[in-house]
């Protein structure tokens, strides 16, 4: 006999689901700010994992999606619900599934699935899927149709190829974060291979440069923070930077010209990216994980005079989101975080705006009731 699971439509598969409801928070417009919204998650398949979600941390792609900010590449589908920093412990399983079992400490990131077929997903990089990965919100459901919603709720499901293992050693709330700041450091700090006797800048000190910072000394490296905010200076250090530029100082910058091996830049906002490419040694990469909304201009002399790169990296695959977790386990590295009950998540985003957090939210979904 045929199996009646190959000749269902999609439609039709997408109505058989079965499904329940969970309590999570959601944008219902650009302008509206976000509430508690009753969704649904599928019951578990073969391969599928439940979480019960303990913390999610608030990453600034969050605030572009409810406010629909990236309209013109990734617009929003409203409600909206966001979060893709999602720690928290397993408790339903498919009856395939191999890698967990019920009680275990679970992780989720940017992405719940993608193609696996292009030469990416095949490599292990189904952060560059082709077609496109299925990432953690806002994108089509190929489950329950319409978007797929993220960790601002009580429960998630997703399949246990693109489900993290959580280092049992280190504060929960604290590896939230991991998940899309950790691994979007992570990453360019690996693909370069940053380590002992390299000099090595970090750009800005917010979610993501706070990572760039612990990272990059727990690799060995010379860490140098630049910042245009001398308040700074200290918590830099205290984060693992040995030294610390304010990058408005010409005269300081100047200094240090021809004598990086690698920069991270993880600024957002429209900068002079020619300052720091004239910083790096011949043969030296800089590396963007900021976006900035408008085109950054590149002198191309910089690059030319010294066989000078520059690249951009964004988060990182499954199997290296596992090895950074791991290597965080290992160093014992953390986010620095405020933790924060989702009622509180509006406010959040005003103060995330003004960059007055040290240096990520995390909610503590505990207080979704
Ligand atoms: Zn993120
Ligand atoms: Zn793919």
Request: charged letters at 20%.
């Amino acid at each position: 006999m045929a199996n009646t699971v190959d000749v269902l439509t999609p439609e039709q598969s997408v109505a058989m689901r079965g499904r329940t409801k969970t309590l999570g928070y959601a944008a219902h417009s650009a302008t509206s700010p976000l509430q508690p919204f009753s969704l649904e998650r599928r019951d578990p398949g073969l391969h599928d994992v439940q979480i019960e979600i303990a913390y999610c941390g608030v990453c600034h792609s969050d605030l572009h999606t409810v406010r629909n900010e990236w309209e013109n590449f990734m617009p929003t589908v409203f409600p909206a619900v966001p979060g893709h920093e999602i720690v928290g412990r397993v408790s339903k399983l498919g009856k395939e599934v191999r890698k967990f079992k019920e009680g275990d400490l679970a992780a989720v990131g940017c992405m719940v699935d993608s193609c696996r077929k292009c030469e990416s997903c095949k490599a292990g990089l189904e952060n560059y899927c082709e077609p496109g990965a299925t990432y953690t919100y806002n994108s089509p459901d190929p489950h329950l149709g319409g978007v797929t919603y993220g960790g601002y709720s009580q429960r998630i499901v997703v399949d246990e190829n693109y489900v993290l293992k959580v280092p049992t050693n280190l504060e929960l709330a604290a590896v939230a974060p991991l998940l899309c700041a950790g691994i979007t450091t992570y990453s360019p700090l690996r693909h370069w291979r940053v380590g002992k006797g390299q000099k090595v800048g970090v750009v800005g000190l917010g979610g993501l440069g706070h990572m760039g910072v612990k990272l990059a000394h727990a690799f060995g490296a010379e860490v140098t923070l630049f910042t245009t905010s001398p308040n700074k200076k200290d918590d830099a250090r205290r984060l693992g930077a040995h030294h610390v530029i304010i990058s408005k100082d010409q005269a300081e910058m100047e200094k240090h010209l021809r004598s990086f091996d690698f920069i991270l830049d993880t600024v957002s906002a429209q900068h002079d990216i020619n300052a720091y490419l004239m910083l790096l040694k011949r043969d030296g990469a800089m590396v963007l994980v900021g976006a900035p909304p408008t085109p950054l201009p590149v002198a191309s002399f910089a690059l030319i005079m010294a066989r000078r790169s520059l690249a951009g990296s964004g988060i990182g695959g499954i199997p290296e989101t596992q090895e950074m977790l791991d290597f965080c386990g290992e160093h014992r590295v953390t986010a620095d975080i405020e933790l924060i009950p989702i009622q509180k998540i509006n406010e959040a985003y005003e103060r995330l705006l003004r960059s007055d957090v040290k240096y990520r939210f995390v909610i503590d979904m505990a207080s979704l009731k």
